[in-house]
């Protein structure tokens, strides 16, 4: 298995609902990673897992809640949510290639927040 | 921190001509230069990449080309097909305990039939 797959596709999901994505790698990635990206924009950083431990939050809102319960698998916990959180978010894991860290991105998760 | 600035935003060429993309970096501690390719709705899919030590790389039809002293690098794309069109992202990472990709604003380039 040589992806990175992300679960749903597509979520609608309103304001005040609780709803979760799933990312899960088998590629025995050390490191997996949360972007969020908005349309004709790059992607930008979330929140990193390196050997299952959060190594880096980039200030992201409370209402984005990660989870890494293993080294295949990674959940993003999404509550109370506001429309303008609405994006692509995107899945990556990483190996370690030299002194630098190669990355794989899965499709990503559509969000609309209503 | 690391600023990475990308040329042109919008890049339209016909089919069959060759497509340059520029990328300056500002943090000399940057080491690693991947490029993603990105179609609509798809995932980012990163189709080359280069470090610092080797100053070109070619891949069939793509090469990566890296000026250290001037802190920048280029994506050069030849023979170009209509399965080009898309969204193409710089970035730049530095070695170490370091995660963080830092992208370019990305470039839209068209090949037209």
């Known amino acids: 298995d040589t992806e990175v797959t992300q679960t749903p596709k597509h979520l609608v999901m309103g304001m005040t609902n609780k709803k979760s994505l799933k990312c899960e790698q088998h590629m025995g990635h050390r490191a997996m990673y949360w972007y969020k990206q908005k349309a004709k924009k790059p992607p930008e950083l979330m929140f990193v897992y390196s050997y299952e431990k959060l190594s880096i939050n980039e200030s992201v809102p409370s209402r984005f809640s990660p989870e890494c319960p293993n080294s295949s698998l990674l959940n993003l916990h999404l509550h109370a949510l506001q429309p303008e959180d609405s994006a692509l978010y995107l899945c990556a894991s990483s190996y370690r290639s030299g002194s630098n860290e190669k990355l794989f991105f899965g499709s990503g998760t559509q969000l609309s927040v209503l | 921190g690391e600023n990475v600035e990308q040329h042109p935003s919008t890049l339209s060429v016909q089919e069959g001509d060759s497509a340059v993309i520029k990328c300056t970096y500002s943090?000399?501690?940057?080491?690693?230069f991947p490029w993603y390719k990105q179609e609509l709705g798809k995932r980012p899919q990163l189709i080359i990449d280069?470090?610092?030590?080797?100053g070109e790389k070619k891949d069939q039809r793509i090469a990566v080309t890296l000026n250290k002293t001037a802190k920048h690098f280029s994506l050069h794309i030849t023979e170009t097909q209509p399965e080009d069109s898309a969204v193409y992202f710089c970035?730049?990472?530095?070695?170490?305990?370091?995660?963080?990709?830092?992208f370019g604003k990305g470039t839209l380039l068209t090949v037209n039939p």
């Open positions: 280069i470090r610092s030590n080797v």
């Open positions: 943090d000399s501690a940057s080491n690693y």
């Open positions: 970035a730049a990472m530095s070695g170490g305990s370091n995660y963080k990709l830092t």
